[in-house]
């Protein structure tokens, strides 16, 4: 439908039409990076699951490639669900993934590329012993899915994965398998972890990540526990739809279990990567870039019956580099892959802005509807000071109580409006709220603000965030990506992430504008020094893949 057709986005991962959602099976293979994922080669919602299939030298450009699974045999023929490739020492590929049976039980299943020399991996082979498992004694015929990528064993160097499921009790939890062949597999007794009260754990995701601040690079997922390693466990929870993770040990040498370094921040009660719409991730390790990129499932907000009249849902988050945040030691940092600033072509720079309370300024960077927003806001630490303290409690804020953006406080709201027309009719805002506690500190909110993003009524509109960390001596930073739908956002270099699916009706092509505001009442002279880089990479960005290839 052309009338919607500028909510497609240009530089996020699409298949050409109908509905997606997981990412699967994400891995580097002889010069290409591969992309799978959950699609509905019928219609533009879920049913009928494949999985679609792009490859990409740059994590970017994406050429769309046939098919690699479908539903076809009885251990798959209601949906070919999700999975993890895992690359053996010899180059091998293995994928893993979930099956629907005829009776709609959930199985795990084995592919291998049919064709190991090509580089595209166009064709995949099942295994003639599937399904390899079936869900265990105690565990729901329909609790039993999306394997992992497997890790070695650091006991033995026999191979582990993890799947998650629920027990009766209704407390999420993942199961560790001991494979040597990926055909017979053993059931651990053990747990790779449990949390009360969190039920059904999908896309389970574990790997390791480096500690020492001067190795900041992405660990295979094979690296042993031990001194500068913790591991992080992340579950995708079914009963609320977001991803949660948390930072552990992993003790390899004794029961496989994974244990929290703070149980009050444990899976599914902690930290989540988005504060926004972003679900069923998975990470993968990229042996060139030497990093771990996260690919997230970034559904829409709005209705069944658009999402039919547009002929597609749903995007995949921009591809993220996960390290531990080691100034912290007590959240991940997130990040756009490096490549995607290879797409900035026009920057603007605005220094030294200074922008009083209750007020908005618009910035001049023409048409905005793809942009790469990196932005420094210096708080007045007179104004902060000043400020009356113990008012309102840090313990009694939250983004999505009272008014938002256009809520006025002390010490905030302040920040970005994007995706607005001039008129301000609809805007999406991207803002931080300080508080001031009774004991002195600041303590730092960041919000996504979309209830003004369209006059649209048929959308789930809300204030989405959480809080920040801030140490001293840091200036207040922002990552805002804006691509025609989507509003992806990071605080403090990826500390704290929202996204947002936004249908603007008015604030699209030419009529896109960006603004600074600020409705705290308490900054007399709130400076904010910022960089607009304004990119046109055109749309179609496959195209540009197509003359590579
Ligand atoms: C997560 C999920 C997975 C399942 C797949 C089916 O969104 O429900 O648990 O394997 O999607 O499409």
Not at 39 to 55: C, K, L, M, Q, R
Not at 280 to 308: C, H, M, N, Q
Not at 478 to 502: K, M, N, P, Y
């Amino acid at each position: 439908n052309s009338m919607l057709s500028w909510q497609r986005t240009a530089f996020h991962f699409q298949p050409p039409n109908n509905w997606m959602n997981d990412p699967n099976g994400p891995l580097y293979y002889k010069g290409y990076y591969h992309l799978f994922y959950q699609w509905n080669p019928d219609s533009a919602v879920w049913g009928n699951i494949t999985w679609g299939h792009a490859v990409s030298r740059d994590l970017i450009h994406w050429l769309h490639l046939p098919l690699a699974m479908v539903p076809d045999h009885w251990y798959d023929i209601n949906g070919v669900w999700t999975g993890s490739a895992t690359q053996l020492p010899d180059g091998r590929i293995v994928m893993l993934y979930t099956g629907a049976t005829t009776e709609s039980v959930q199985v795990q299943n084995l592919a291998e590329p049919a064709d190991p020399n090509d580089p595209l991996l166009l064709h995949w082979a099942k295994s003639e012993a599937n399904p390899v498992l079936v869900p265990p004694p105690g565990v729901g015929l329909t609790d039993f899915r999306d394997p992992t990528t497997a890790w070695r064993s650091p006991a033995d160097s026999s191979w582990r994965i993890t799947i998650g499921s629920k027990n009766p009790d209704h407390a999420g939890l993942a199961l560790v398998y001991k494979t040597d062949d990926f055909l017979n597999y053993d059931l651990l007794p053990t747990l790779l972890h449990v949390v009360s009260g969190t039920g059904m754990w999908e896309c389970v995701d574990f790997y390791p990540v480096a500690t020492d601040p001067a190795i900041q690079v992405g660990l295979e997922t094979s690296t042993p526990p031990g001194a500068g390693v913790k591991h992080v466990l992340k579950a995708s929870l079914d009963d609320d739809r977001n991803d949660y993770y948390a930072i552990g040990t992993y003790d390899g040498e004794g029961a496989d279990t994974w244990t929290p370094d703070n149980a009050e921040i444990d899976v599914g009660i902690g930290l989540r990567y988005d504060y926004g719409k972003f679900y069923a991730s998975k990470t993968f390790y990229d042996p060139v870039g030497r990093r771990r990129v996260l690919w997230g499932w970034i559904g829409e907000t709005d209705s069944e019956r658009s999402d039919i009249l547009k002929g597609w849902a749903s995007v995949q988050s921009i591809p993220r580099t996960v390290l531990l945040d080691t100034k912290t030691g007590s959240n991940l940092l997130q990040w756009p892959v490096v490549e995607v600033e290879n797409l900035r072509m026009h920057g603007k720079k605005f220094n030294d802005i200074v922008i009083s309370p209750g007020s908005v300024m618009p910035l001049d960077v023409g048409k905005a509807t793809q942009l790469d927003i990196e932005a420094v806001f210096e708080v007045d630490t007179l104004a902060t000071s000043k400020s009356i303290t113990g008012e309102t409690g840090a313990a009694t804020y939250s983004c999505d109580m009272g008014a938002g953006a256009v809520g006025r406080g002390l010490l905030g709201p302040f920040g970005l409006l994007v995706l607005a027309d001039d008129d301000l009719l609809e805007r999406t805002a991207i803002f931080f709220y300080l508080i001031k506690g009774v004991n002195g500190n600041l303590t730092t909110f960041f919000c996504q603000d979309e209830l003004s993003s369209s006059k649209a009524n048929d959308l789930v509109k809300r204030v989405y965030g959480s809080l920040v960390p801030v140490l001293d001596g840091e200036n207040l930073a922002l990552r805002i990506l804006v691509d025609h739908s989507i509003v992806e956002s990071f605080a403090q270099g990826g500390r704290t992430c929202i996204t947002s699916r936004v249908y603007p009706t008015k604030a699209i092509y030419e009529s896109a504008r960006i603004f600074l505001f600020n409705n705290a009442t308490n900054i007399q002279a709130m400076r904010r020094r910022r960089t607009v880089e304004d990119r046109c990479t055109q749309r179609r960005a496959s195209k540009a893949l197509n003359a590579v290839l």
